[in-house]
């Protein structure tokens, strides 16, 4: 159980944001106690009390975001504060330092916390400027010749590290992206044809409706069986009866509109939810794909049909989404036992 989720109930595991919530509270909780922790060093153990008003300064930043956040405050600001205050933290420490005291390498802590709180984008130019700045004013510390330590080789060992490092995350994090993304394809997709799965279809729908509510418009949901199809793994086998699954669903996708959508509901029934579509249009749509499906020699010649049941769906405050689906069902019943290769709405 973390302990923030009492301040968010709304933000599951499930969330996208889960992480990135999870993350800021343990950077600002890090932030709290090493601020508080080197502060009181500095002053009790080191007597550097001007470096410790640096680490009181960070100490009440963080307490200051931590309290932003936990009264429900904005997830992306709350990031940026993050990082402006290391940032604005660790500059003042450097400038104070004047590059002693291995204060320049404190700076390449701030990569990682930028690349993981700001993104790839963000997090790339922002190290990108302090970490560029930081090497300006090594320079310039060694035209002063402050100290002996810092001549041309530290400037080129800072460069070579704060360069290494920009990559090197930027690679981690692009990486780290892909293999998200492809993992939430994975999630949604059904593996055989790459359509949509039952469960993405459920949850399309939903938020389908809800926004059919909101805008008063109807839904048309389109219930597809192909006709005969044991006859076709009986006679071709389990294995050229996939690919006549798969090349129905390309033929599927190229009819529909990029925006509906179309899934998997089980076996060989697939459902396509069509928003904004009245029952004339989901009737014209099905027309369509019974055509196509028709035309297409599907796999070395097999030529196969489907039959669809349409229902629409049209907010009069009567309809739930479990009636439209039962019609659209009852619809595909009709359809077979009125000879198949048709499709059915709600007469
Ligand atoms: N190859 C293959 N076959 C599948 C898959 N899923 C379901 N099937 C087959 O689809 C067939 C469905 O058969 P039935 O429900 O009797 O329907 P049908 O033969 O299509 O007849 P009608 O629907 O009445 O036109 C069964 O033989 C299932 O094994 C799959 O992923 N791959």
Same mark, same amino acid.
């Given at each position: 159980?973390?302990?923030?989720? $009492?301040?968010?109930? #709304? ?6 944001? %889960?992480?990135?919530?999870? &993350? ?21 153990? *080191? ?6 008003? *640096? #680490? ?18 904005? %997830? ?14 660790? &500059? ?17 802590? &701030? ?37 002996? =330590? ?15 490092? +920009? *990559?090197? %995350? ?14 939430? $394809?994975?999630?949604?997709? /059904? ?9 993405? &279809? ?12 909101? %805008? ?10 192909? #006709? ?21 669903? /390309? ?24 928003? =904004? ?15 196509? +499906? ?24 009567? /309809?739930?989404? #479990? ?5 659209? /069902? ?5 359809? $077979? ?11």
């Amino acid at each position: 159980m973390k302990f923030w989720r $009492k301040y968010h109930p #709304d933000i599951d595991a499930a969330d996208p944001r %889960f992480k990135q919530v999870s &993350l800021i509270y343990s950077v600002l909780l890090i932030m709290t106690a090493y601020f508080a922790i080197i502060g009181t060093l500095n002053v009790t153990l *080191f007597h550097a009390p001007e470096i410790a008003f *640096f #680490d009181y300064l960070g100490l009440i930043l963080a307490l200051l975001i931590l309290r932003y956040v936990s009264q429900g405050g904005n %997830f992306r600001i709350a990031s940026w504060a993050v990082i402006i205050s290391i940032a604005t933290i660790l &500059l003042a420490f450097v400038h104070l330092a004047e590059g002693r005291n291995y204060s320049l390498m404190w700076v390449t802590i &701030l990569p990682p916390f930028a690349f993981f709180l700001l993104g790839r984008r963000d997090g790339s130019w922002v190290s990108a400027i302090i970490l560029g700045y930081c090497s300006w004013y090594l320079y310039q510390l060694i035209n002063q010749q402050v100290t002996a =330590n810092l001549g041309l080789g530290a400037l080129f060992n800072f460069i070579e590290v704060a360069t290494a490092q +920009v *990559f090197l %995350f930027r690679f981690y994090e692009n990486s780290r992206q892909e293999a998200y993304d492809q993992l939430q $394809k994975t999630a949604i997709t /059904d593996p055989l044809t790459k359509v949509f799965n039952r469960l993405h &279809l459920d949850n399309t729908l939903n938020a389908v409706i809800a926004q059919a509510n909101r %805008f008063n418009q109807p839904v048309s949901v389109l219930l597809l069986d192909v #006709d005969h199809f044991k006859a076709v793994n009986d006679k071709y086998g389990h294995f050229v009866g996939d690919k006549v699954l798969i090349k129905l669903c /390309d033929v599927l996708r190229e009819t529909i509109r990029e925006t509906d959508s179309v899934g998997r509901w089980g076996g060989e029934e697939f459902l396509i939810i069509c928003p =904004n579509t009245n029952q004339q249009q989901a009737i014209q749509l099905g027309q369509r794909i019974i055509e196509n +499906v028709r035309a297409e020699a599907i796999e070395n010649d097999i030529h196969i049909t489907v039959s669809i049941g349409s229902a629409t769906y049209m907010n009069d405050g009567e /309809d739930t989404i #479990d009636q439209l689906l039962l019609s659209a /069902d009852q619809n595909l019943y009709r359809a $077979k036992h009125a000879g198949r290769n048709q499709v059915l709405g709600t007469p």
